[in-house]
Structure formats: C-alpha cells, structure tokens
C-alpha cells in the first residue's frame, strides 16, 4: 500500500482523528515485523513490548540502549491505573489505544518521561510525572501518541533518507531530525484534546494556561515541518492533514 492508502486504512491519526482504526494499525504493524524477523509466529506475538524491542535491537544499526530505569512503586502503578481509568472515561474514543500493550518503567534520570521508535512500545516516566494525576494523565497521552505515531513510521518513515538533525523543538531543545519534530507536532495535538475535553467537562482539573502553550507549541512545530524540504511522502501528508485539521481557529482542539 502507498502512504496515502495506509493513512486511508488506518483511518486518520492516533489521539487526533476520532475514528481511527487502531486494529487495522496493530495488524499492518505486525506484518512488517514478521517480515523483519523472517519468522511464522502468531500476528500478536509481534506485537509483545519485548520481542519487538529485541527485534529493533538486532536489526537496527545503532539502536539505543534503555535508559536508567527501575521498576514502578505500588503506589505509582495505582496512579497508572487511575490515570487510564480517568482518560477512558473522559475520552472513551481513547479505550484501544490506552490498552496498547507496553512496558512502562520508572525513569531514573531528570526527564519527565521518554519513549524511541527504536524501543517500542517501551514507555520510561520520571519522578514529575507522578507529581499529580493530571500530569500523569497528560505524560501518557504525550508518550503513548509517541508508541503510535512511531507505528505508522516502522511503516513508512517521516523523513527522507539522511535526513539532518538541524531542527528544534519550539521548547529550544535543538538536535532533533524532522521524525522528531512531526511526533512532536503530534504529540501536541493529542495532548490538545485531552486538555480541551479536561476544560470542557468542567473538571476543577482543567489548566487553560496548558492548552494555550500546546496550541502554541503545535503551530511552531507545524510551521518548521511545513518549512522542511526532508519530510518523505507520509510525512508531508500528515503535516497536511495536521494543518487541515487545525485550520478551524475555534474550535481548540482536533476532534470536533
């Protein structure tokens, strides 16, 4: 299938189109591992955090080591579980997406929270993230947009081949290549509706500052993808659709 025929099987983007087809995602996802591991094992085993991040580890020159980490508290994995339970019923849409099978662990370094497409489906949360559940909330929706979206890349990848790492994050952090700044740009736009629907609700939990500086950040990120000449097919064509969908100034957010 070309780029544009996946993006119309999967039916739009992760966290951002309300209708898209998580399974159609998972099962394309498998496919293209089981042909990188050359093996005949049931479709889901592809799918298992820690076969696949084995299977990136022997086949992709270069891939990350896991970054300093330990297991979750007691008391962590019941803010996990809390904060899953908040966001399926707050966004039920979200419910497939949420029971992706992942690993997650506790970040031993300074960072918020981290993922890598060269380790799916591995999710690392530092010690702010559990600062309060709406934070929590907001780092799952943040990384597991990452999980996702870097699905469609083992698929076809955002960049062109080569591609430098001359952009910046509208945060300032710099070194990041155009894959980098499209999850991002992705990123926000999940992280959007998840605190436009947080305001909305009338939850006491809402932070209207927050959805300002996401919007803020989305446009930037936009604006330096639209400017990039090292975006592959996919890759322009969900900055399109990104840029479609934000076109609606009132509506605050990408779901309708």
Not at 65 to 76: G, I
Not at 87 to 104: D, F, M, R
Not at 178 to 183: A, H, N
Request: with cysteine; glycine share 6%.
């Amino acid at each position: 299938m070309s780029p544009s025929e996946i993006l119309c099987e999967i039916n739009g983007l992760p966290f951002v189109s309300p209708a898209f087809n998580h399974i159609k995602l998972l099962t394309l996802v498998a496919v293209v591992r089981k042909n990188i591991a050359g093996s005949e094992l049931p479709l889901k085993t592809y799918l298992n955090p820690d076969f696949a991040t084995t299977l990136y580890q022997r086949h992709v020159e270069g891939a990350p080591a896991f970054p300093r980490h330990q297991a979750l508290s007691n008391t962590e994995q019941a803010m996990l579980v809390e904060a899953r339970n908040n966001l399926k019923t707050l966004l039920p849409e979200w419910t497939g997406l949420l029971e992706l099978p992942v690993n997650i662990h506790k970040l031993l370094t300074q960072q918020v929270s981290l993922t890598n497409p060269v380790l799916p489906q591995q999710l690392f949360l530092g010690e702010q993230a559990f600062v309060n559940i709406t934070d929590l909330e907001e780092s799952l929706v943040h990384e597991l947009s990452h999980i996702w979206s870097s699905m469609i890349a083992e698929i076809y990848d955002f960049q062109v081949k080569d591609s430098t790492n001359n952009y910046t994050l509208p945060s300032g952090t710099g070194g990041k290549n155009p894959r980098g700044i499209l999850l991002a740009c992705l990123f926000a736009a999940s992280a959007i509706n998840y605190h436009h629907k947080l305001l909305t609700s009338g939850s006491a939990r809402a932070r209207p500052e927050r959805l300002d500086y996401l919007r803020s950040y989305f446009f930037k990120s936009l604006a330096t993808l639209q400017a990039s000449a090292e975006l592959s097919e996919i890759g322009k064509l969900i900055t399109t659709r990104l840029d479609e969908l934000s076109g609606d100034q009132t509506a605050n957010s990408f779901q309708g």
